[in-house]
């Protein structure tokens, strides 16, 4: 048909029909391989798992002597211990931790003799001044989720975590064809009559700054036949075809016939001005937009429905973040004097306002910048930030996103970062963020009020059940419910093979076997303290039990690379890292969910996640866990 009757079908609603109508035929993006160090600016097709440990070596976090700290205890300043120059080795920073030492001291608090050997004052820690293996990222671990942009800190991760090649989503190719007897290519010596033809170049600059890549075709004169070859043209061509200029119903307008003889027009005519004559049509199940010939309509056009397409390819939300917002500290944050400090944050928006935990403040961990969500600056002459203070925060993601994002604080398990990946890819604009501080972080920080959720799987010593206790000890006046999550191995994790023979606890103070536990708090910790109180073994005896990380995935490293010889930990930590496994028992990992958060939009996603059949299908291929009904409430406490 060469004339059609434009209807004025309100925005929102011809948008959601659109997108509908599209979804329905099998609109979606495709995906590519290409090489870690280009996809900067990317977005991911699927999770990114690292490859290999980072640091993949113990090295020296400092310029000294690398020595085996049981040979310097007893050192103080009256009786210093002296050691030979074949009892420890020179060290810069960097430089891999040398065979037999667990411990560097640095240079300035040792004193050189003439005759090669070493005098010290101070006895050395195990394991003080050594970036260990996996202090960053540990092999397995989950880099980046599905449909999350890379950014440059991402692609230095990927980098240091191994990986060499990525799967990212293809740009939509989107093709631009412009219309009309009386446009003409851009010239500085337009005669009389000719209309430069600039829109197409508009189009192309805004379509390329949200992601999208774009061919336009040569200038059509108002010919139906000519039109409608070169649209068909375009839709084998292209992702996304616009048609501009000839959308509304005059008597040389022909995009809507030339649509509608190729596919089905959705809709024609917006209640929005101006860009009331826009077209939204489908051809080969591909959108056909027909925009307004008008610069300023086809820009209103192009921002309401066409780059709300690119952004569904890209299955993402819309951006527009605030630059500053103001927060809370959840944790204090100490400053040296001399200098302007910038500290990366990672902000929750719970309970109504913003909390700002610091991350990892090293300057070798490449990872805690990639999960900064903002930036706190610490002025010079200022001694820090107290938890509880009121803190103004650069946002570098936006406000709108981190208001959609589930805050999971308290017991690691990498079943969080599946829940994760399920969540953004389920609901798009939802997200999860979790931060591993153990069980009794978990609970302060609800208490608090800082987090939505929190992983616990704390043992009651006197009646051998999780949780309860804990929860009313600590939540006397109620106000919370505990969540089924799963059951998962808890055991001991150990060098594939078992060199040293290890078959139940007491084998943990073996002479020479090296232990790496987890930090005080975390569910584990608690579990092997009672373990060994209950078989009288004393923890003092066992060597590296004071030696703490704060993750299954961390220890597991340590085994794995050859720095520790045993660790508590979860099954699928273990398998992960091809390590050996005694089964010590199945204990109760729960989620604490505070009134509070109960009814909120993140909570209710995680829960739908939680009863997937998708989400019992990925624990099955981890391994170590068992499932019942996650998800369903445990006990409510509650409010008193």
């Known amino acids: 048909m060469l004339f059609g009757y434009l209807s004025n079908t309100p925005l929102s609603e011809a948008r959601e029909n659109y997108t509908s109508a599209l979804l329905k ?21 699927s999770a990114v798992y690292a490859r290999i440990s980072a640091p993949h070596y113990n090295a020296s976090a400092m310029d000294g002597i690398a020595v085996s700290a049981n040979e310097t205890f007893g050192a103080t300043e009256t009786t210093p211990v002296i050691l030979n120059k074949d009892s420890f080795t020179v060290v810069d920073t960097g430089d891999p931790l040398p065979e037999g030492c667990d411990a560097v001291i640095m240079i300035e608090d040792v004193v050189m003799r003439e005759n090669g050997s070493a005098s010290l004052y101070a006895p050395a820690s195990p394991w003080q001044h050594i970036r260990q293996i996996g202090e960053d990222i540990c092999a397995g671990e989950m880099i980046l989720p599905s449909f999350t942009k890379i950014t440059p800190a991402a692609v230095g991760a990927m980098i240091a975590g191994g990986v060499r090649s990525v799967d990212v989503i293809k740009k939509p190719l989107v093709g631009i064809i412009p219309t009309g007897d009386e446009i003409v290519p851009p010239t500085a010596d337009p005669k009389e009559g000719d209309i430069l033809e600039f829109n197409s170049s508009v189009f192309s600059a805004m379509l390329k700054e949200c992601g999208a890549d774009t061919v336009t075709y040569p200038i059509c004169p108002d010919e139906f036949d000519i039109i409608r070859e070169t649209a068909e043209k375009a839709v084998s061509e292209c992702d996304i075809v616009i048609i501009n200029a000839g959308s509304s119903a005059g008597r040389e307008d022909y995009t ?13 005519g917006i209640a929005v001005k101006p860009g009331k004559p826009a077209i939204l049509g489908i051809c080969s199940n591909k959108p056909v937009i027909g925009v307004p010939g008008y610069p ?76 900064a969500d903002g930036i706190l600056e610490i002025p010079r002459n200022s001694e820090g930030v107290e938890a509880g203070e009121k803190v103004r925060v650069r946002l570098l993601r936006s406000e709108e996103e981190l208001k959609n994002t589930l805050v999971a604080i308290g017991s690691h398990d990498p079943l969080l970062d599946e829940a994760a990946d399920m969540i953004h890819r389920r609901f798009n604009d939802t997200y999860l963020s979790s931060n591993h501080v153990g069980s009794m972080g978990g609970i302060t920080a609800v208490k608090r009020g800082e987090a939505h959720v929190a992983g616990t799987h704390l043992l009651n010593e006197a009646d051998g059940v999780y949780n309860d206790a804990y929860i009313k000890k600590y939540f006397q006046s109620g106000g919370v419910r505990l969540v089924e999550c799963v059951g998962r191995t808890q055991g001991i994790m150990m060098k594939s093979g078992n060199p040293l023979n290890i078959s139940s606890i007491k084998d943990l103070n073996k002479k020479g076997l090296r232990y790496v536990n987890r930090q005080k708090g975390s569910g584990t910790r608690v579990l092997i303290d009672y373990l060994c109180k209950k078989e009288n073994i004393d923890t003092s005896e066992i060597y590296g039990y004071d030696r703490e990380e704060y993750t299954h995935t961390s220890v597991a490293a340590q085994i794995a690379s050859g720095s520790a010889d045993a660790g508590m930990g979860i099954y699928s930590a273990a398998k992960l890292y091809g390590l050996d496994f005694l089964p010590i028992c199945t204990e109760q990992y729960d989620l604490l969910i505070p009134d509070y958060a109960w009814e909120t939009e993140q909570v209710k996603k995680l829960l ?33």
């Open 296 to 371: 300023v309509s086809g820009i209103i056009i192009l921002e309401e429905i066409i780059k709300p397409l690119v952004d569904l390819w890209f299955n993402r939300s819309n951006d527009g973040a605030e630059e500053y917002i103001d927060a809370v500290m959840s944790r204090s944050v100490v400053s040296g004097l001399k200098y302007r400090e910038f500290v990366r944050v990672r902000l929750g928006y719970v309970n109504g306002r913003f909390a700002a935990t610091p991350l990892n403040r090293g300057a070798g961990v490449v990872s805690s910048f990639m999960k």
């Open 608 to 640: 739908e996640v939680l009863k997937s059949d998708e989400f019992k299908n990925r624990l099955a291929e981890m391994g170590g866990y068992t499932v019942e009904s996650p998800g369903r409430v445990r006990k409510h406490y509650e409010a008193k």
């Open 256 to 268: 809507c016939g030339a649509v509608s003889s190729l596919g089905e027009v959705i809709c024609h």
């Open 25 to 45: 035929c099998g609109f979606t993006s495709s995906k590519e391989n290409i090489e870690v160090f280009k996809s900067s600016g990317r977005m991911t097709a």
